[in-house]
């Protein structure tokens, strides 16, 4: 289903792009955070994002577009178990440049499909299923036709069903990322 959803996406926006004024958008980011006293405890995120966008004819103000997102968190206390969160969704949105000089520009968008594996060590991997949302600002002065700076980001999953081996129930479940991030656009 995530191939088919990425497969329409790019038949609706790629034609769009390939004749009207566009954004290629990029995000990346790893924060990592080790804690060493008589036990180990070691803290990972990452997150990743990789959006296309098309002007609504506002002179390269306003975009609508997509994004691909993805990420993971695993944690790890001591000798106990280690906990790992992955996550992918593809998010619909939109991107405002705020200013004139498109260097500060806000970014929202919201995902229908979201999904995530949560994996505790020793046990079946559960498979994830809900929306997600996303927003970011960013901080990116424009070098010809690039963007290059600094992004502040959020990602919150809300999953309200859980798949296990051969069952599903219903849940509420809750991953949320608030990371800095490189950011960096190509406009034509």
């Known amino acids: 289903m995530r191939w088919c959803m990425a497969f329409c996406l790019s038949i609706l926006l790629g034609p769009a792009a390939a004749f009207a ?3 290629l958008d990029l995000d990346v980011a790893l924060f990592q ?3 060493k006293t008589d036990g180990n405890a070691a803290h990972n995120k990452s997150f990743y994002g990789l959006g296309l966008y098309v002007d609504l004819g506002s002179k390269q103000r306003f975009y609508f577009g997509a994004t691909y997102a993805g990420g993971s968190s695993s ?3 001591g000798d106990a178990e280690a906990t790992t969160l992955s996550f992918q969704d593809i998010l619909l949105g939109f991107k405002w440049f705020m200013d004139r000089q498109r260097m500060l520009s806000l970014t929202a968008g919201y995902g229908f499909a979201s999904a995530a594996t949560y994996k505790v060590s020793g046990g079946e991997a559960e498979k994830w299923r809900g929306t997600g949302t ?5 901080v990116a002065p424009e070098i010809k036709n690039w963007n290059i700076g600094l992004s502040v980001l959020y990602y919150a999953g809300a999953f309200k069903e859980k798949n296990l081996e051969t069952t599903t129930e219903q849940v ?3 991953a949320t990322f608030l990371l800095p991030s490189l ?3 190509y406009n034509w």
Do not use: H, Q, V
Request: proline content about 0%.
């Open 21 to 23: 004024e566009g954004m």
């Open 33 to 35: 955070d080790a804690f």
């Open 75 to 77: 944690d790890k206390e």
């Open 134 to 138: 996303f927003a970011k600002f960013t």
């Open 172 to 174: 509420s479940y809750n």
């Open 183 to 185: 950011a960096i656009g």
